[in-house]
Each structure stands twice: as structure tokens, then as C-alpha cells.
């Protein structure tokens, strides 16, 4: 039987560092530039789960934060609270890139590694409890750089490294594909949305009078005109990792949950935070009691009040209130103001979206399939029972 070497991180890497909060150097976030990531966005997918909430910061910025510059073949490490011990790695979409001092940069050098081998030993379920057995056991879970240099992996010869990576990274190509044609299908919506409703190239705009810059009969609207808005009553405790419904968080994670609290349409939007980034939903769910569902109350324009909202995050970060964690008020929703055009256009957009969205949710559909078939050969290969 081949025999494994037992090494630590450190002895692995050529660096292992941390990032730092633009305002901590007196500088800002910015609406494009330099891509940067936050610990929510680690984890979620074998590569950084962008469609989260971006941030950005400018070049300048990035050039001040220099120690925690990111490049390809990074592995990031989330280093503190729930996403404790959660790993991505940096593709070539990935970079340039910066992150905070809750994401740990591990840069490996050694001849001695396939970088998805490594990937996958430390996604194992083991690991990660593992991981967060090394921590206090504080309100705010955290491991330091010291530490993670002396985690220890497993490695068998590179070239069983390499066959164990093949076959699992054969899943994870098909994912990644897969979040590459949804993210398209967004985008397709998202420009549609803005072409008929910011741009006024709806069906029909050549023809149709403007007055005051606005199509002829459209308004300004109130949300909670159009709306209902409630919260959830739920914390995170009330969670269940075998759940059958998802179950929104406030820290924008879809957990599960045995109860279900709403079925309906809605949007829902995290009541705290800094990325306020909405999420539509249809059917069965259970909600965090700091999250806001927001439920049309005319049937048929969910999906553009979706957008109406996307569109709208920086309103919710200018009402926000609270010095740590900014937080929205129900009457917030209420009086928020927007543009509304004719119900029946607003229909049509939600036809033809909907197609959009349909081939969206088979597509994640088909990623869960691939994710529970690569979970149930993952720790089988690691363990050698199965052979390569």
C-alpha cells in the first residue's frame, strides 16, 4: 500500500497572509476597479462564488493594500464566524483581486502538490470540524495565520494526487460550466431589464409620448404601494442541515429549515449588513427575522420588482442606520420611490424573464446532482477504499 506523507501547510507555501478593510488606510469601496472579496463569497463553489455581492476598490486602493494583492492559484481561507474553515480557489476570473483580514491567502510552491488535490483533502467534512475545533469557542469563532501554516494535509505520491484531482475536478469543470451559462442567463435578464425600463427601449418606445423625460403614464411609485413587506421570525439556530425548505439568512447563506413560513413570490433582502443584494424566491421558505420579504401583491411582476430593487442597493446603504452594523427598517421598503411603468409591460417583461429563469433553475438543479455525486467519492478517495 502506497504511503502518505504528512506535512504542514507551512512547509507547503510560499506565502500565507491576510487582507485588510479599505477604510482601516482611509480609503473607500468603489462602484468598479479591482475586484475584492469578502469571506461570504469563500466556499460556496471550488472558485470564488462572485455572484454574491462584489465589491470593488480602485487601482490606487490596491496598490496601498499590496500585501494582499491576489493572483491565480490562491486559495482563499476564510479565518472567522460562520464561514469558518471554507476554502476557494482563484481562477484566471478571478484576479486581479484583493480581500479583508477575515480571508487568509495561501500560496503554495511546492513541487510536491497538485494544487485540486490539496483543495479537495481540505474541503473534506472532517477537515473543516477539524478546523474549528483549533478555535475559541467565542461569540466570534477565529483562527490566525500562525495556525493555519500549522494545519496538516495528507499527501500520497503526485501522481496519485493527480488521478484523485482528475476525477473529482471532472465534476467540478461541469459545475463551474454550469455557473458560467447561469451567470449569462443573468446578465441577458438584467440588460433587458435595463434596456425597456432605464434606457426606455421597451417594445412600442418609438411611437409612445414623453413628458417630463418619462414615458407617457408612467409614475413614481412607492414599493409598499405594490408590495406587502414583513420580516421572518426565525434565528439562526432554528436552522436544520437536513432541511427540506431553504431557509434565508440575514448573512445572505441558504440554509434549510423543517418549517416554512411563507409560499409565495417574493424578494428577499437582507435587513443588515453592507451588501444589501436581493434574492427572488417562488414557493415554500423560512426567513431570518432580520431579512425582508418583499411579496407583488399584483401577480405577474415579481421578477421585474426583482430588479427594481437590484438595481436599487445603494438606496438601501444610504437609509441604512447603526454605527457597526448598518440595518434597514420596514418603512424603509415602504417608502422607497421608483419608476413604474404599465402593468401589462411589466408583464411581458416577466414572460419573456421567466424563460430565462426556468433555464436558470434547471441548471442549478443539475449542479446539485453533481455536487452530491462528487461528495459521495470524495471522502472514498481521500480514505484510498477506492483505487486510482
Known amino acids: 500500500m502506497e504511503r502518505w506523507k504528512t506535512y504542514r501547510l507551512n512547509q507547503l507555501t510560499s ?4 487582507g485588510t478593510t479599505p477604510s482601516n488606510i482611509g480609503e473607500d469601496f468603489t462602484d468598479e476597479g479591482i475586484m475584492y472579496f469578502r469571506s461570504e463569497l469563500i466556499g460556496k463553489s471550488k472558485y470564488v462564488d462572485k455572484s454574491s455581492g462584489l465589491l470593488f476598490i480602485s487601482k490606487e486602493t490596491n496598490e496601498k493594500l ?27 476570473d478571478d484576479y486581479p483581486a484583493n480581500t479583508n483580514q477575515a480571508v487568509a491567502i495561501i500560496r503554495f510552491n511546492s513541487n510536491e502538490i497538485d494544487l485540486n488535490y490539496i483543495y479537495y483533502y481540505m474541503t473534506q467534512e472532517w477537515y473543516n470540524v477539524y478546523i474549528n475545533s483549533l478555535t475559541a469557542q467565542a461569540a466570534q469563532p477565529n483562527i490566525n495565520l500562525e495556525q493555519i501554516g500549522n494545519l496538516e494535509v495528507q499527501l500520497p505520491s503526485l501522481a496519485t494526487q493527480h488521478r484523485i484531482a482528475s476525477i473529482l475536478s471532472a465534476y467540478d469543470n461541469l459545475i463551474e460550466n454550469n455557473n458560467k451559462r447561469i451567470k449569462i442567463l443573468e446578465q ?64 445572505q447563506e441558504i440554509k434549510r429549515s423543517n418549517i416554512w ?57 444610504s437609509v441604512a442606520t447603526g454605527a457597526t452594523v448598518p440595518s434597514l427598517r420596514q418603512n424603509n421598503f415602504l417608502s422607497m420611490k421608483y419608476l413604474m411603468p404599465s402593468i401589462d409591460l411589466c408583464k411581458k417583461f416577466n414572460q419573456i424573464v421567466s424563460k430565462l429563469f426556468d433555464q436558470k433553475d434547471h441548471l442549478k438543479e443539475e449542479n446539485q446532482n453533481l455536487i452530491k455525486q462528487r461528495d459521495l467519492l470524495l471522502p472514498r478517495l481521500m480514505s484510498g477504499k477506492l483505487a486510482v
Open 15 to 18: 506565502k500565507i497572509t491576510k
Open 66 to 92: 499590496k500585501r494582499s494583492q491576489i493572483t491565480e492559484n490562491d486559495m482563499l481561507f476564510s479565518m472567522a464566524g460562520i464561514y469558518l474553515g471554507k476554502i476557494s480557489l482563484v481562477g484566471p
Open 188 to 251: 441577458m435578464a438584467e440588460n433587458l431589464y435595463k434596456e425597456w425600463f432605464v434606457r426606455f427601449r421597451f417594445p412600442g418606445h418609438e411611437t409612445t409620448p414623453f413628458e417630463n423625460g418619462i414615458p407617457k403614464g408612467w409614475k413614481i411609485e412607492r414599493l409598499g404601494n405594490v408590495a406587502n413587506i414583513s420580516t421572518g421570525k426565525s434565528n439562526r439556530q432554528d436552522a436544520d442541515e437536513d432541511g427540506i425548505y431553504p431557509f434565508f439568512d440575514r448573512s
Open 261 to 317: 413560513l411563507k409560499d409565495c413570490e417574493a424578494i428577499i433582502v437582507p435587513g443588515e449588513g453592507t451588501i444589501f443584494y436581493p434574492r427572488y424566491y417562488q414557493g415554500k421558505f423560512d426567513l431570518h427575522q432580520r431579512c425582508y420579504c418583499v411579496e407583488p401583491k399584483v401577480k405577474e411582476i415579481g421578477k421585474f420588482l426583482f430588479y427594481v430593487l437590484n438595481m436599487n442597493r445603494y438606496y438601501f446603504l
